[in-house]
């Protein structure tokens, strides 16, 4: 039996989820009991993928996620993996029939970051986009529904675009590190140096339309998912509106976030809604 192993692994992803992401740890709290871990199991498996790419800078890369590509690979074949991530992840996939195909893309776009240093057009940032945080939202709408294909396809088009959001809000926070630390350039025609007001309003109407369309997709979610996903949502919102409020020379100089005192204070707020069915 491997049962003991099993919950390890679980552990494992619990901690990295709790380590690298405050803010998402607290959203998959508000998730329901039944499919919090898994949520947890992909956390686990896609922050290692990232990390390999955007941290690991005192190794070869190349090989590390290579490694990592046959890893899963064994992984998904074999149903075990002695890497706990991977084996708490590939547990997910069977139970909630995962398509290949989600992985595949998110494996890509982060192979990606490896090789690639600037996106000079939209139909590269939006391939970037969905195989970096689009088909991540696709694997938590298969644990959502509890693979129900009826309703993932109806909320498919929303969770994708709540994916986007996210990224993008990211790609914004983070663009003083991308450009200056990993030498990359997400967003088309756009870097550090010539971000203006009006670039970056642009991006802003791009974000806000994203999470509209992502919101329409929450308040139908089943109880389980809701409220966990909700509070994700009101955190990015708030952080878009920091970036929104702040110059183009501060987001250069510093990364955005928002206090953890104002994050308490958004979680209550949350819940209240939550409660009162005003979502």
Known sequence: MKTIFDNVSFACARLITRAYS???STAVKMLGPSIRQDIYNIYGFVRLADEIVDTFHDYNKEVLFSRFEQDLENALTDGISLNPVLNGFQHTVKKYNIPRHLIDAFMKSMK???????????????????GSADVVGLMCLKVFVNSND???EELRPSAMRLGSAFQKVNFLRDLKADTEE??????PNMNLNNMTDATKQAIIDEIEADLAAGYAGI??????????????YVYYSKLLTKLKNTPPLEIKNRRIRVPDYQKVTLLAKCY???RLNIL
């Open 182 to 187: 990993l030498e990359r350039s997400y967003f």
């Open 219 to 232: 308040i139908q979610l089943p109880k389980e998912a809701r409220f966990g996903v909700y509070t994700a």
């Open 272 to 274: 209240v809604n939550y």
């Open 150 to 152: 009826e309703r993932y």
């Open 22 to 24: 405050t803010s998402f």
């Open 112 to 130: 990606q970051d490896l090789i690639k240093k600037d996106y000079t057009s939209f139909a590269e940032y939006n391939e970037y986009i969905y």
